[in-house]
Nanobody, 124 residues
Framework: QVQLVETGGGLVQPGGSLRLSCAASGRTFSSYSMAWFRQAPGKEREFVAVINWSSSVTAYADSVKGRFTISRNNAKNPVYLQMNSLKPEDTAVYYC?????????????????WGQGTQVTVSS
């Protein structure tokens, strides 16, 4: 059974940084693309970032480009999200996703596996 567990969320002031981690088990995740999505209250789940199996390709939502960095270590926890220069509008539950099977990395419906999410709150 596939299991994804996100950690690293919390409360941070605007302009601060957080690093999210996603631990995975139950599949050879080193062969799969991994992604981060987020969902704010009352809004749909939205794409944040994705990284392919070899780390040779990454993609970001325009709203986080230049501030967030996705990376992976296939020997340990498979994916990280370094978030810098955080803004109040980054406040959301952040989810790790795997098992992408479609044609659009940004479409949450094309991922099979999800973690339980970790809350990120940016507030002074």
């Amino acid at each position: 059974q596939v299991q994804l567990v996100e950690t690293g969320g919390g409360l941070v002031q605007p302009g601060g940084s957080l690093r999210l981690s996603c631990a995975a088990s139950g599949r050879t995740f080193s062969s799969y693309s991994m992604a981060w999505f987020r969902q704010a209250p009352g809004k749909e789940r939205e794409f944040v970032a994705v990284i392919n199996w070899s780390s040779s390709v990454t993609a970001y939502a325009d709203s986080v480009k230049g501030r967030f960095t996705i990376s992976r270590n296939n020997a340990k926890n498979p994916v990280y999200l370094q978030m810098n220069s955080l803004k109040p509008e980054d406040t959301a539950v952040y989810y790790c996703a795997s098992g992408w099977h479609g044609s659009n990395w940004r479409n949450s419906r094309e991922y099979d596996d999800w973690g339980q999410g970790t809350q990120v709150t940016v507030s002074s």
